[in-house]
């Protein structure tokens, strides 16, 4: 199984920070990450497939790069909006396997 | 408009069964793949089982022998039949719909399965 390693687990930051979240995988899933943002007590929203592709309808401050074993989630300038749980989720095989989340916390 | 709404949640003893069931509507169901994924309370994501648009059936191996995924192309409906359940499939499931690259594009609002005696 494709074990997914997100770093920071929590991320203390203020509104205008830019930050990056990091996605490491187990072994090579060339290009088949994705990221999500979850609410609390909502579903999980698409933010990012294919490891750089920008979800349609989410802001441009979200950015995904990466390939291989090593991914990254940034935010460029932070919106009060944006203090929630974030997932990496890695679709190169089965089973699918999802990070254990960060949480990004107002400093 | 995607929709997905799931239904069959409710509480059931350890060992008992329930069948949650997603219905969903506008799109082409045949021509995606839908997924179960749960998440326990306060806890992260975890992926249960696919039906892939090919007609690929996939498990994790901690649901595998216990649940069975099942589509209904006349109904427009996915199913998930969940047998011998234990404490630990304790979670909120989710149906998800594929985008064409098998990304998980549209979540529902999910089904709460309480485990306990």
């Known amino acids: 199984d494709i074990q997914l390693t997100q770093s920071p687990s929590f991320l203390s930051a203020s509104v205008g920070d830019r930050v990056t979240i990091t996605c490491r995988a187990s072994?090579?899933?060339?290009?088949?990450l994705a990221w999500f943002q979850q609410r609390p007590g909502k579903a999980p929203n698409l933010l990012i497939y294919?490891?750089?592709t920008l979800q349609s309808g989410v802001p441009s401050r979200f950015s995904g790069s990466g390939s291989g074993t090593e991914f990254t989630l940034t935010i460029s300038s932070l919106q009060p909006e944006d203090f929630t749980t974030y997932y990496c989720?890695?679709?190169?095989?089965?089973?699918?396997?999802f990070g254990q989340g960060t949480k990004l916390e107002i400093k | 408009e995607v929709q997905l709404l799931e239904s069959g949640g409710g509480l059931v003893q350890p060992g008992g069964s329930l069948r949650l069931s997603c219905a969903a509507s506008?799109?082409?169901?045949?021509?995606?793949?839908l997924t179960w994924v749960r998440q326990a309370p306060g806890k992260g994501l975890e992926w249960v089982s696919t039906?892939?648009?090919?007609?690929?059936?996939f498990y994790a191996d901690y649901v595998k022998g216990r649940f069975t995924i099942s589509r209904d192309n006349s109904k427009n409906t996915v199913n998930l039949q969940m047998n011998s359940l234990r404490a630990e499939d304790t979670a909120l499931y989710y149906c998800?719909?594929?985008?064409?690259?098998?990304?998980?594009?549209?979540w529902g609002q999910g089904a709460l399965v309480t485990v306990s005696s």
């Open positions: 294919a490891a750089s």
């Open positions: 989720q890695q679709l190169k095989s089965y089973p699918r396997t």
């Open positions: 998800v719909k594929h985008d064409g690259s098998g990304f998980y594009v549209n």
């Open positions: 039906s892939g648009r090919s007609g690929g059936i």
């Open positions: 072994q090579d899933i060339s290009s088949s």
């Open positions: 506008g799109f082409t169901f045949t021509s995606y793949g």
